[in-house]
């Protein structure tokens, strides 16, 4: 029978070893630990959580709550380690991180289908191979990867603009208009007059900034400044940069606003919307804060914080298809952070369904998509559809999936997402046996 390299036994390539070793494939898991270290783990353990020991909410009302439960429909070895190694944490799930590793790897390390090897791969391997190296891929491999992907295709670092629920934008305050009205128009754009201009800025200005880890200082030599680090320079980096009103006349008005936020269609189903040039490492709370005083944005619901970190990742819309297999290569499959899915729920998420499609492909049978009214199908559609151009890691959220058909105008937020999540649930539960 045929066996399966999975690279890389972090939260992604550890949920895929478990996947297919339940189902009986032979699987050699490569992790470079202890032998060469990353900037970010500290121990020789599987699925070691590189910083907060929360993996967000559990409660249904949130997208990532709802991922948790298909993958415990699924039979998820991460959701079984977090769900033993729980500590109290309101309505999170949060875990003794020590715990939760160890079961990983003890399960794993255990499996009669599992050999474990302790070893840096350096070039993508030929056969059936799971790429799950996350974040922090080893530069040899890295440029494996560029080699395969292609030079515009591989990215080092993360440097995301918050997005947006759309359907938590007041459309009455923003208008849709591109710049001097070329071509179509595109951009959702939010006016501001001098005096909340001049509010927006004074708080911005104030606001509090996550401090990059050593490693990640050479994020700002790559040229890819944060809006609040323009907006030190003056308020006029700001009205000549990012928040340029020239060619954007209100079409109600006639008038040109003092200053303009605009915001970028983030999906095809135009369900999610980007903040243009507002590459933040603002803390969340303060992101929160600041956007809240742009108008048109003052309920918006942003489902993505804006982050810069280092963050090694593909171009999924380019490179894979939504089974994880890449687009020229059927037997290699990627898994985790590095297909632009965010978080360690989301990795582990990706990792089970490349799991279940590498074991697909061996038995002959046909891979798996899981619909997107699913939270696992969502992501994986969207990472490999939204825009190339613009595309930049997701965390599970309901702005992923289809809106409901048959919902009144104005519904409840939380009505809708227990809709969502209702419909999630009933539809995973018919691929309980995949
Ligand atoms: P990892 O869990 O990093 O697993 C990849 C594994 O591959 C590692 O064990 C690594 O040693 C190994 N490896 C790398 N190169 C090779 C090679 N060449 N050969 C063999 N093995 C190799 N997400 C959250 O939800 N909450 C957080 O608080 C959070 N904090 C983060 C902090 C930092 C500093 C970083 C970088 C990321 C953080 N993330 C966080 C994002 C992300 O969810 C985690 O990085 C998550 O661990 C990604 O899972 P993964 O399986 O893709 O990668």
């Not at 993958?71 to 109290?88: E, Q, Y």
């Not at 994880?324 to 297909?339: E, N, P, S, V």
Request: net charge negative; aromatic share 8%.
């Amino acid at each position: 029978q045929q066996r399966v390299t999975v690279i890389g036994a972090g939260l992604a390539g550890s949920e895929a070893a478990w996947q297919l070793a339940k189902r009986g494939i032979q699987v050699d898991l490569y992790e470079m630990r202890p032998v060469r270290k990353t900037p970010a783990h500290h121990t020789d353990q599987f699925a070691e959580l590189v910083c907060s020991n929360s993996l967000r909410a559990n409660g249904l009302q949130n997208a990532v709550g709802v991922l948790k439960e298909e993958m415990r429909t699924l039979d998820s070895l991460i959701l079984k380690a977090a769900d033993t190694a729980s500590v109290p944490a309101g309505g999170a799930l949060a875990v003794d991180r020590h715990d939760f590793a160890g079961f990983v790897t003890d399960t794993l390390k255990n499996h009669p289908n599992v050999t474990v090897h302790n070893e840096e791969i350096t070039a993508i391997p030929d056969g059936i191979v799971i790429m799950a190296t996350g974040p922090l891929t080893s530069p040899d491999l890295s440029a494996s990867l560029k080699a395969f992907t292609g030079e515009d295709y591989l990215y080092f670092y993360d440097a995301a603009a918050p997005i947006l629920d759309g359907e938590t934008i007041d459309r009455d305050k923003v208008y849709l208009k591109s710049r001097y009205d070329k071509g179509e128009a595109a951009y959702l754009n939010c006016p501001m007059t001098e005096e909340e201009f001049d509010l927006f800025y004074d708080e911005l200005v104030k606001a509090e900034v996550v401090p990059l880890k050593e490693f990640e200082k050479e994020i700002y030599f790559e040229g890819c400044m944060p809006f609040e680090v323009l907006a030190q320079r003056g308020k006029k980096t700001l009205l000549f940069g990012p928040m340029k009103p020239v060619g954007l006349e209100d079409p109600k008005t006639g008038k040109r606003p003092h200053a303009v936020v605009q915001l970028r269609q983030d999906n095809s189903a135009g369900t999610l919307f980007n903040l243009v040039g507002f590459q933040t490492h603002l803390k969340w709370g303060e992101q929160k804060r600041i956007l809240q005083l742009i108008p048109g944005l003052e309920n918006a619901e942003i489902v993505r914080y804006g982050v810069m970190h280092r963050n090694t990742f593909i171009n999924s819309p380019s490179l894979l298809k939504p089974t994880y297999q890449a687009r020229t290569r059927d037997t290699l499959f990627f898994a985790g952070q590095m297909t632009g899915v965010e978080g360690y729920v989301e990795s582990a998420a990706s990792g089970l369904l490349a799991g279940i499609n590498a074991a697909k492909l061996i038995a002959g049978e046909d891979l798996v998509v899981l619909p997107r009214e699913t939270m696992l199908g969502s992501m994986a559609h969207y990472i490999t559809t939204t825009d190339g151009k613009h595309f930049q890691p997701m965390n599970a959220n309901f702005g992923l999936v289809p809106s409901l058909e048959d919902a009144p105008q104005k519904m409840k937020k939380q009505e809708r997402y227990e809709r969502y999540a209702n419909r999630a649930l009933e539809t995973i539960q018919q691929y309980k046996e995949i």
